[in-house]
């Protein structure tokens, strides 16, 4: 009897995945960008890949989790034009079975340390696989529970990924904010004070960087302030089933 339940939802989150594209869209527009300028990742996380699937049918190509143990079931599940992120902090020991389980991990948003990025680096490299996009993580909000550098080191990180790590693609930054939004405006200026730092420091034009922030209660703002890449869970898929296992 869970089948048409579940049916129902994926329907739901396909029509709640073009309210967002809709509205992203015109966020963008109002930041004087095209639409097709911000990237909608859809994170998935705790959610059947039969909801997944229903997106990828009416049309999306990019999707985003948070647990590698969850990520590496799913991926395999969907097809390979998928265009995979794995979003926030990532385990070193987690860096190898990640890359080998999703060959088509678009992008890592999660840098924060150089031990992760030299990781990064030497797995691909040792795979063969073509040079993987990452996003330097920020901590913007201060919070100690938040992973991510803080901001007057993230020049120094994005430097270290870029002219130390062959096979990594320095692609911009990223940020979670505070879970209330409450300090969002102040996160994300934060994190565009640092884009403008970084593109001083290593000569890279402002139109080639990634910001990534924003996510369900906060896109818009986000992309009205800059933002590229804004990472949409909740609102399209609903509210999350938390296993009570912990993963990571």
């Not at 992760?116 to 063969?128: K, P, T, Y």
């Not at 001083?200 to 960087?209: G, S, T, Y």
Request: with cysteine.
């Amino acid at each position: 009897m869970a089948a048409p339940a579940a049916e129902g939802a994926a329907v739901s989150a396909a029509a709640a995945l073009r309210a967002v594209l809709a509205r992203a869209g015109m966020a963008a527009e109002r930041s004087g960008r095209a639409a097709e300028a911000v990237r909608v990742v859809a994170v998935g996380k705790t959610k059947p890949v039969s909801m997944l699937r229903q997106l990828y049918d009416a049309g999306h190509r990019c999707f985003g989790e948070n647990y590698v143990q969850e990520f590496v079931t799913k991926a395999p599940q969907l097809p390979e034009d998928v265009r995979w992120h794995f979003i926030g902090h990532l385990q070193s020991n987690k860096v190898k079975p990640l890359l080998v389980a999703v060959p088509n991990l678009d992008m890592v948003e999660g840098v924060d340390n150089e031990k992760i990025a030299n990781h990064l680096d030497r797995a691909v490299n040792s795979l063969g696989r073509e040079p993987l996009k990452v996003l330097v993580q920020v901590n913007t909000s201060g919070e100690e529970s938040k992973s991510g550098i803080d901001p007057s080191r993230c020049v120094d990180l994005a430097k270290h990924v870029k002219l130390a790590c062959p096979h990594l693609i320095f692609s911009g930054l990223m940020t979670i904010g505070m879970k209330d939004y409450s300090s969002t405006p102040e996160n994300f200026k934060a994190l565009v004070n640092c884009k403008l730092e970084v593109c001083k420091a290593l000569d890279i034009p402002a139109e080639q960087f990634e910001l990534s922030m924003g996510m369900s209660g906060d896109f818009e703002q986000a992309i009205e302030m800059g933002s590229t890449n804004v990472r949409i869970g909740s609102t399209i898929f609903g509210p999350r089933e938390y296993p009570n296992k912990k993963q990571n």
